[in-house]
């Protein structure tokens, strides 16, 4: 277990970080995201012992990552995101040598080295140079270095960065792996990866947890009222046909195509136009081809969460 209580960091008159608090348990994948310059890299660097904050604590597995760095760390696995390999070792001759950083007992290290190689794909390439795989085997060499010692707890940062699109599946199938039996905390810029990865997200704005939530708790923390879609022929409506029905509270017109009407309607919150708009269109003399509701990305989520206006939501 990850426990992340109120820590604070300020670098002169920066304050990079205000009262962060959050939890990871085992099993879950915790998607670590915010702006550039939100406090998302200095959150991460406080968690694996690289920076130390001005105030609050991180324990993991109970202990403080300051006060008792060691026995934490044994707790811990890390991936920056450009992890130290050393390119002239072979892949197996590599994660030995960290598993004996890690204290590993010589006996159990082959058997510990099986396990991880098979785990994240690297038994077919274990006697290959570092140097001479490919940006995608060197990064499942940096995830099987955070799993040497078998720590519980993994951080990866940015663990898909430059990877092409088939190496990014094969690393997501990777991670998707590591929840059933490690707390995972992951960062990355790539939020639809994050949102077929992570089972809770962690929003960081401003240096202060903006939300905490599945991603569908974000969406409709931030959704407010849903966006209809529609398309209709036969005839023309302006806008104020449907800002007179009750429960629309916007209404933008879109481009059209082979002699359709577009609009789209933001509904007030829990609001359902759907038969009312139906009816004005039918009543004008229209035939509905579309009317459905927009679906929400994470993408959307993330913009409101971070617009700067300092909201701050209640921990999940």
Request: charged share 30%; hydrophobic share 35%; glycine share 10%.
């Amino acid at each position: 277990m990850i426990k992340v209580t109120e820590i604070s960091k300020t670098y002169g008159l920066n304050h990079a970080l205000a009262n962060v608090s959050f939890s990871v348990e085992k099993g879950e994948i915790v998607g670590l995201v915010g702006r550039n310059g939100a406090g998302k890299s200095t959150t991460m660097n406080i968690i694996t012992g690289y920076l130390a904050p001005d105030s609050g604590s991180v324990e993991i597995n109970g202990f403080d990552i300051m006060k008792d760095p060691v026995r934490a760390k044994e707790n811990l696995g890390y991936m920056p995101e450009f992890p130290p390999l050393y390119p002239d070792m072979s892949v197996e001759k590599y994660l030995q040598f960290v598993c004996e950083l890690m204290k590993v007992p010589k006996k159990d290290i082959p058997g510990q080295l099986d396990e991880i190689m098979e785990e994240i794909g690297l038994t077919g390439v274990k006697k290959r140079l570092i140097g001479n795989l490919s940006k995608g085997y060197k990064q499942r060499v940096g995830i099987a270095k955070a799993l040497c010692g078998s720590p519980e707890n993994i951080i990866l940062d940015e663990p898909t960065s430059g990877l092409d699109p088939k190496q990014i599946v094969e690393i997501r199938k990777v991670i998707r792996g590591l929840k059933k039996e490690h707390a995972v905390v992951i960062s990355s810029h790539i939020l639809k990866e994050l949102a077929d990865i992570c089972t809770r997200f962690v929003v960081i704005d401003g240096g202060q947890v903006v939300a905490n939530g599945t991603l569908d708790e974000l969406v409709r923390m931030t959704s407010g009222g849903d966006i209809l879609q529609i398309a209709f022929k036969g005839t023309a409506l302006e806008p104020q046909a449907f800002l007179d029905i009750e429960g629309i509270e916007k209404a933008k017109r879109l481009t059209g195509k082979n002699g359709e009407q577009r609009f789209e309607l933001r509904e007030e919150e829990d609001a359902d136009a759907r038969e009312a708009v139906s009816r004005v269109i039918t009543e004008a003399g229209g035939i509905v081809t579309m009317l459905k509701y927009q679906e929400r990305s994470i993408e959307d989520a993330f913009l409101e969460l971070t617009d700067g206006s300092g909201r701050k939501e209640e921990n999940a």
